[in-house]
């Protein structure tokens, strides 16, 4: 399966997704782990709903915003370190 390569992918968020988070304009959303969301979607839709075999795709988004999530932080600690260091 193709899909399992491009899993790493998604649960990445630096280089072009990290550059696109950071120069959004600040009322744009922007969600980095969308394309593994839309994988899971799209998993379900062509497994009639059948959530088991789509644990993959739902592992791949759960890891990819985790990710971001902890990037993010990191981000905002040294943001906070640079103001009063």
Do not use: V
């Not at 696109?20 to 593994?36: H, I, T």
């Amino acid at each position: 399966m193709g899909d399992k390569g491009e899993k790493g992918e998604a649960g990445s968020w630096t280089g072009a997704t990290a550059a696109k988070f950071e120069n959004k304009q600040y009322s744009e959303y922007f969600d980095p782990c969308q394309e593994a969301a839309n994988r899971s979607i799209r998993c379900l839709h062509r497994n009639g709903g059948e959530k088991e075999m789509c644990s993959d795709f739902f592992q791949a988004y759960r890891d990819c915003k985790e990710q971001w999530i902890n990037a993010r932080k990191e981000a905002r600690r040294k943001e906070r370190k640079s103001w009063f260091g």
